[in-house]
Nanobody, 125 residues
């Protein structure tokens, strides 16, 4: 497992942009990504990157509004969120998979073995 720490959450207005950051303690990963969980809802995958190839998957719900960037030198994964909506209010989690089987289910929580503590994002309309 890898230790992950998210930051950058907070209060935003609808239409604003916000960038979340996740710093990890491991350079060699199979995959890493971002999920969110709103009150009363299941944890939802927003996007993830296959570390070896750099291929990025985005959920349809955020495609075109959210973007994932990684900084290998800083062991950092960023989630840039644009045109925020009240429906984006949730706890946002960074996650990583340390075992690379070569088969990926990036939108499944079962893909990952490490999770950050979460950072709250509240969007007011």
């Amino acid at each position: 497992q890898v230790h992950l720490v998210e930051s950058g959450g907070g209060l935003a207005q609808a239409g604003d942009s916000l960038t979340l950051s996740c710093v990890g303690t491991e350079r060699s990963l199979a995959a890493a990504g971002w999920f969110r969980q709103a009150p009363g809802k299941e944890r939802e995958c927003l996007g993830a990157v296959i570390w070896r190839t750099g291929q990025i998957y985005y959920a349809d719900s955020v495609k075109g509004r959210f973007a994932i960037f990684r900084d290998n030198a800083e062991n950092t994964l960023l989630l840039q969120m644009n045109t925020l909506k009240s429906g984006d209010t949730a706890v946002y989690y960074c996650t990583a998979a340390t075992h690379d089987s070569g088969v990926y289910s990036l939108n499944s929580v079962n893909q990952y073995d490490s999770w950050g503590q979460g950072t709250h994002v509240t969007v007011s309309s």
